[in-house]
């Protein structure tokens, strides 16, 4: 029989675990279990990944649990023995027990460059905010959001056409990378680490009524919030006469459109290739949408069967919900209704 290989649980549910558990099924360790949520939160979960295929082709058991911090979910990570635990792509905190648990701690990944946007949803603001980086941080778990040492990060370019979903995808190839470099290092007790350095900021919770479309923004900002909440996240949307309709995908305006007298919501053109919206500043073709819950469908054959011609207007959103939904202010008496 020949030595012990170290063992790891590792936790995980979205985009960013399905490679940072392939690399781990390749690493140096057993991989004693993987800790996912059932298939049935799918629906609920923005960039769901189900693992529990992954794991069983590889003899690996599988937990499937909605709270990681259970005591009978606890039981089950005790009972493996682990000598790590890698938290990647698990939308909750791990609680005191469990970061206390495994002799080398507790390690996992953030989608920024760490202290900067700590907190729930770092690459939907990111985009939001119109930044052309984010990044990926692997970190020793600590108590609190984003807290602990950093052991690697690495800086992500965001494109003017990336979207959440691209950017996601850079993030866990970047996640598993760095996990896979480090891993020996990790179970050995070697890792190099450092303390976070400056306060950073603390981003909010994005819910899906947060998507709604301030049509008086500018272009750019527009296009930016459409790519940033796409899917595999809710989406963004407008209304017409209170009738919402979900906004996929649209074209970068290019630097210099004309200006329109046209007032903010305002539906310009409807072609095959998208609709032209009025915006703040200027104009912006919106090339893929749908009603909610329906997959997307030609422009021409979704305005056509919504009413929506040249000339309606969307409408418009009070300043204090579009405050909210930038994050700049707080949640309004009446929250916007999602369809």
């Known amino acids: 029989m020949g030595p012990r290989r170290d063992r ?38 923005c960039g769901f990944v189900d693992l529990a295929p992954i794991a069983r082709q590889h003899g690996v058991p599988v ?26 792509g698990w939308s909750r905190l791990i609680g005191p027990e469990l970061l206390s648990l495994p002799p080398r701690g507790c390690v996992g990944c953030h989608a920024s460059l760490l202290p900067a946007h700590r907190g729930r949803a770092p690459v939907n603001w990111s985009i939001i ?20 040492d950093i052991v690697d990060q690495r800086a992500i370019p965001i494109g003017p056409d990336d979207t959440c979903a691209t950017v996601y995808s850079k993030v866990g190839a970047v996640g598993a990378d760095m996990l ?32 709604v479309t301030d049509w008086g923004r500018s272009a ?7 790519r940033a909440q796409t899917r595999p996240y ?25 200006a329109t007298l046209a007032p903010p919501g305002t539906v310009i053109q409807v072609a095959p290739d998208g609709m032209t919206v009025a915006t703040g500043d200027g104009l912006l073709t919106v090339t893929e949408i749908s ?17 929506i011609r040249p000339g309606a207007r969307f409408d418009p959103v009070d300043p204090a919900t579009a405050s909210w939904a930038l994050g700049l202010g707080p949640r309004p008496m009446a929250e916007v209704r999602v369809s």
């Not at 709270?67 to 000598?83: G, H, K, L, M, S």
């Open 8 to 45: 790891v649980v590792f936790a995980g549910s979205v985009h960013e675990a399905e490679p940072a558990l392939r690399a781990l099924l390749t690493g140096p360790c057993e991989i004693s279990a993987v800790v996912t949520q059932p298939r049935s939160r799918a629906a609920g979960l």
């Open 63 to 88: 937990v499937c649990t909605t709270d990681i911090n259970e005591p009978a979910t606890v039981a089950r990570i005790r009972a493996c023995r682990p000598d790590l635990l890698v938290v990647i």
């Open 129 to 148: 905010r119109g930044e052309t980086r984010t990044g990926n941080t692997l970190m020793l778990l600590a108590a609190g959001a984003d807290m602990g």
């Open 180 to 211: 896979r470099t480090h891993l020996p290092a990790l179970l050995a007790g070697t890792a190099l680490q450092r303390p976070q350095y400056g306060q950073g900021d603390l981003l909010p919770m994005r819910t899906p009524a947060m998507g």
């Open 220 to 226: 750019r900002s527009i296009h930016d919030w459409i």
């Open 234 to 258: 809710p989406g963004a949307f407008t209304r017409l006469h209170g009738e919402q309709l979900m906004l996929w995908r649209s074209r970068r305006p290019a630097d210099g459109e004309p």
């Open 291 to 307: 009603r909610p819950g329906q997959p997307e469908r030609p422009v021409t054959t979704c305005c056509r069967d919504t009413g």
